[in-house]
């Protein structure tokens, strides 16, 4: 079947402005991670969704940040009042149970430039 | 705190060399140790992981060398090819939830 998707695959807003972004995992994945890959930068976990589980937030930057899951498939990433340090390429990735030693799949991304 | 450290940032390899990227990590904790490979405009994909149980382990033209003790792993990319240019990037697995990710390494295989 078809690989994670991810939309926008870009999004220009204005400082303050909020960006929702969204993510598609691979069907019958139930965990799903979003990551934030800044210029020159590794990888940053934000958040992470298992199945029915309360999501493991610890990465999210700041309280502007936040994500939802919908019926265990769809995820929205939420960033209210952007700043321009916001800027950067948003993936998300899913696997299937969210274990180890699972690959995860990732998405092409978001990239996210806030003026 | 980057719990994952990568070098060198980048890289650049003649066609048919031998390319190493490696990475270092503190937390003993880590038990699952992959490589990722990103083409520009792409996400990041798996290419080969390792347990630190295993001191080797050997894909094709790709290995990683692990040194537990030193807490230490290494890619290493045999006979290069300008198709490998792309960004590298080492991860550690954390407890049960997620993975933990190096700065990544721009490499480019000059023909």
């Known amino acids: 079947g078809a690989g994670v998707s991810q939309s926008p695959s870009n999004k220009v807003t204005e400082k303050g402005k909020d960006v929702e972004l969204r993510c598609d995992p691979i069907?019958?994945?139930?965990?799903l991670y979003w990551y934030r890959q800044s210029l020159g930068q590794g990888l940053e976990f934000l958040i992470y969704f298992q199945g029915n589980s309360a999501p493991d937030k610890s990465g999210l930057p700041s309280d502007r940040f936040s994500a939802e899951r919908t019926g265990g498939s769809v995820s929205t990433l939420t960033i209210q009042r952007t700043q321009q340090e916001d800027s950067a390429v948003y993936l998300c990735?899913?696997?299937?149970?969210?274990?180890?030693?699972?690959?995860?799949?990732f998405g092409p991304g978001t990239r996210l430039l806030v003026l | 705190q980057q719990q994952v450290k990568q070098s060198p940032q980048s890289l650049i390899v003649q066609k048919g060399g031998i390319s190493i990227i490696n990475c270092a990590y503190e937390?003993?904790?880590?038990?699952?140790f992959p490589w990722y490979q990103q083409f520009p405009g792409k996400g990041p994909a798996l290419l080969i992981a390792?347990?630190?149980?295993?001191s080797e382990k050997k894909e094709g033209r790709f290995t990683i060398s692990f040194n537990k003790s030193a807490k230490q792993f290494s890619l290493h990319i045999m006979d290069s090819q300008p198709g490998d240019s792309a960004t590298y990037f080492c991860a550690a697995w954390e407890g049960a939830q997620k993975l933990v990710f190096g700065q990544g390494t721009r490499l480019t295989i000059n023909p």
């Open positions: 937390n003993t904790a880590f038990d699952y």
């Open positions: 069907s019958g994945h139930t965990a």
């Open positions: 390792i347990r630190p149980d295993v």
């Open positions: 990735a899913s696997s299937l149970v969210g274990q180890g030693e699972e690959t995860q799949y």
